[in-house]
């Protein structure tokens, strides 16, 4: 494969070269642990493969209880495209459990909904209301989230744990310009936020989320604890 040579959805490309700035090619790429790539000979950089994907992507404010349930992904060749949150306000109830189900929408580049699925508590029936459905505009995708964790409050408190998540669009089709629009949220402000983000030509294509299990009557539940993105790679004419 020679330097130069993009791959643009051809068939039968296995990997692209990919650079930081335009015109996108005969660059190394900076890379993280998760990063699946390609290498070539001595004469080329580094290529990455046309359907790679970087799991998990994580913010730096992690949940304190549950366990993950399985990843949900966007059928292949589609990505994230809009949300609708699940959410028990902290000043509703004795025991608010805070964000309780994310509902994921999926899209193909050509606008053609792909597959959506709720994730969240599957053990008891949270107390809450669904928002809003948040989505991105024509021809972007989710590319990042901030998310806020109430810290551990102790047995004299009522702990809601995630209680809210923003997600930002992209501000271009093929994620290399950064950031643009950003969706709602829950609007909860109490405690800071804090970001994960998909890296340069990749775009939210799953997500697994951590949930606490149901503590009874009598216990202090809460419901979704983190989020972890799945990241896929995204090759598109601007």
Same mark, same amino acid.
């Given at each position: 494969?020679?330097?130069?040579?993009?791959?643009?959805?051809?068939?039968?490309?296995?990997?692209?070269?990919?650079?930081?700035?335009?015109?996108?090619?005969?660059?190394?790429?900076?890379?993280?642990?998760?990063?699946?790539? *390609? %290498?070539?000979?001595?004469? =080329?950089?580094? /290529?990455?493969?046309? #359907? !790679?994907?970087?799991?998990? @992507?994580?913010?730096?404010?992690?949940?304190?209880?549950?366990?993950?349930?399985?990843?949900?992904?966007?059928?292949?060749?589609?990505?994230?495209?809009?949300?609708?949150?699940?959410?028990?306000?902290?000043?509703?109830?004795?025991?608010?459990?805070? *964000? %309780?189900?994310?509902?994921? =929408?999926?899209? /193909?580049?050509?606008? #053609? !909904?792909?597959?959506?699925? @709720?994730?969240?508590?599957?053990?008891?029936?949270?107390?809450?209301?669904?928002?809003?459905?948040?989505?991105?505009?024509?021809?972007?995708?989710?590319?990042?989230?901030?998310?806020?964790?109430?810290?551990?409050?102790?047995?004299?408190?009522?702990?809601?744990?995630?209680?809210?998540?923003?997600?930002?669009?992209?501000?271009?089709?093929?994620?290399?310009?950064?950031?643009?629009?950003?969706?709602?949220?829950?609007?909860?402000?109490?405690?800071?936020?804090?970001?994960?983000?998909?890296?340069?030509?990749?775009?939210?294509?799953?997500?697994?989320?951590?949930?606490?299990?149901?503590?009874?009557?009598?216990?202090?539940?809460?419901?979704?604890?983190?989020?972890?993105?799945?990241?896929?790679?995204?090759?598109?004419?601007?």
């Amino acid at each position: 494969m020679e330097c130069a040579i993009l791959c643009h959805n051809t068939v039968g490309c296995q990997s692209f070269n990919l650079g930081t700035a335009s015109p996108y090619q005969c660059q190394l790429l900076t890379l993280t642990t998760y990063d699946t790539v *390609v %290498t070539g000979s001595n004469s =080329f950089n580094q /290529y990455i493969k046309t #359907t !790679a994907m970087i799991v998990p @992507v994580k913010t730096s404010s992690p949940g304190h209880w549950g366990t993950w349930h399985p990843w949900f992904y966007c059928s292949p060749g589609s990505y994230m495209h809009a949300v609708r949150i699940k959410y028990d306000d902290y000043y509703s109830s004795p025991d608010a459990v805070g *964000v %309780t189900h994310l509902e994921v =929408f999926c899209k /193909y580049p050509d606008g #053609t !909904a792909a597959n959506n699925a @709720v994730n969240g508590v599957i053990d008891f029936t949270p107390t809450g209301s669904w928002l809003t459905y948040q989505g991105c505009p024509s021809g972007t995708w989710i590319k990042a989230w901030e998310q806020s964790v109430t810290p551990a409050l102790g047995t004299a408190s009522d702990d809601d744990a995630l209680n809210n998540l923003v997600f930002h669009c992209s501000s271009d089709l093929n994620g290399r310009s950064g950031l643009g629009t950003s969706l709602l949220g829950t609007g909860d402000t109490r405690y800071p936020l804090s970001l994960g983000e998909c890296p340069f030509s990749f775009m939210a294509c799953g997500l697994s989320l951590m949930v606490e299990a149901y503590q009874g009557t009598n216990g202090d539940n809460t419901g979704v604890n983190d989020v972890n993105l799945a990241c896929c790679f995204i090759d598109l004419f601007e």
